[in-house]
């Protein structure tokens, strides 16, 4: 019998797992300077009218990922990936969507 090729399906964000992410990256201390550099960035861009919300995610994704990273090396074994792009972007678009309607991120 020959083997099938199926399209890949698109991943769903695990909702848990992205609050868990969530938790994690906003008490964690050594990433701080790194979301308030976000922030001033996109508040400049901004300022300046050159602030484009369909970007926004890509700014807050860096610093989704580095927290992953972080969170891996502290809680995870040797190559696990905890954390699966649906995941990491589905928290950079709340993200994105957080700070547009001007809560706390």
Same mark, same amino acid.
């Given at each position: 019998?020959? $083997?099938? /090729?199926?399209?890949?399906?698109? %991943? +769903?964000?695990?909702?848990?797992?992205?609050n868990e992410l969530d938790l994690f990256i906003e008490n964690t201390g050594e990433l701080y300077p790194m979301k308030q550099a976000i922030i001033k960035n996109l508040?400049?861009? /901004?300022?300046?009218g050159k602030y484009d919300p369909s970007k926004a995610p890509k700014a807050w994704q860096h610093w989704v990922d580095r &927290?992953? %990273?972080?969170?891996?090396?502290?809680? &995870?074994? *040797?190559g696990?990936?905890?954390?699966?792009?649906?995941?990491?972007? $589905?928290l *950079?678009?709340? +993200?994105?969507?957080?700070?547009? /309607?001007g809560e706390d991120i």
């Open positions: 019998m020959p $083997h099938v /090729r199926r399209k890949s399906k698109k %991943r +769903l964000a695990d909702l848990t797992a992205a508040q400049r861009k /901004r300022a300046k &927290g992953a %990273r972080q969170y891996e090396k502290e809680f &995870g074994s *040797a696990s990936n905890i954390f699966d792009k649906a995941t990491r972007t $589905h *950079a678009e709340q +993200l994105a969507k957080r700070y547009e /309607r």
